[in-house]
T-cell receptor
Framework: GAVVSQHPSRVICKSGTSVKIECRSL??????MFWYRQFPKQSLMLMAT?????????EQGVEKDKFLINHASLTLSTLTVTSAHPEDSSFYIC?????????????FGPGTRLTVT | AQSVTQLGSHVSVSEGALVLLRCNYS??????LFWYVQYPNQGLQLLLK??????LVKGINGFEAEFKKSETSFHLTKPSAHMSDAAEYFC??????????FGTGTRLTIIP
């Protein structure tokens, strides 16, 4: 499977500040990446689909102005949490859609733990 | 539309006993089915997947699952539990170019 990295793995920020999380596809060019959030002891919830060179598609209920997604290259997507609040504290996981014949698969990053104080 | 139901949010088995984690799905298109494992503060690791062909799928760490279309099920099994199997397990379904839909997860506890 593909190798996906996320940076940082853990971040603590103060309420009102912004934080950027990077997701990189290390071994193939990814036209589509996904961003999920996971609250403690819960399942993954899709936040948005990120397509290289175009605007992200957000799921219902996800504030696009708060969670800014940029997919500027075929190997990098970023999620910026703007004006973070304690309720934004969560585990954020990105994934990459597989290439060609594996397009039904997603390869997941290791996740980023965000804590807003 | 697609959905996944995982019966049992918590399952406890003794070390060496059979592991059975249940997953039922609903899909309006031919499904691709996955089982993932998640250890604390980590991402998801793919255990196994069903796409087409053989309905009994073998994965990593001794796990396997059987796709039963008539029962719309994709239960995960392992003949003999090991302490290292303690984790959260997620069943997921998708179709080609569809979103990946996750179940609510099953926390597996292994009793020494």
């Amino acid at each position: 499977g593909a190798v996906v990295s996320q940076h940082p793995s853990r971040v603590i920020c103060k309420s009102g500040t912004s934080v950027k999380i990077e997701c990189r596809s290390l071994d193939f060019q990814a036209t589509t990446m996904f961003w999920y959030r996971q609250f403690p002891k819960q399942s993954l919830m899709l936040m948005a689909t990120s397509n290289e060179g175009s605007k992200a598609t957000y799921e219902q209920g996800v504030e696009k102005d708060k969670f800014l997604i940029n997919h500027a290259s075929l190997t990098l997507s970023t999620l910026t949490v703007t004006s973070a609040h304690p309720e934004d504290s969560s585990f954020y996981i990105c994934s990459v859609r597989g290439p060609g014949g594996s397009s039904y698969e997603q390869y997941f990053g290791p996740g980023t733990r965000l804590t807003v104080t | 539309a697609q959905s996944v139901t995982q019966l049992g949010s918590h399952v406890s088995v003794s070390e060496g006993a059979l592991v059975l984690l249940r997953c039922n799905y609903s899909s309006s298109v031919p499904p691709y089915l996955f089982w993932y494992v998640q250890y604390p503060n980590q991402g998801l690791q793919l255990l196994l997947k069903y796409t087409t062909g053989a309905t009994l799928v073998k994965g990593i760490n001794g796990f396997e699952a059987e796709f039963k279309k008539s029962e719309t099920s994709f239960h995960l099994t392992k003949p003999s539990a090991h302490m290292s199997d303690a984790a959260e397990y997620f069943c997921a379904v998708t179709g080609r170019y569809e979103k990946l839909t996750f179940g609510t997860g099953t926390r597996l506890t292994i009793i020494p």
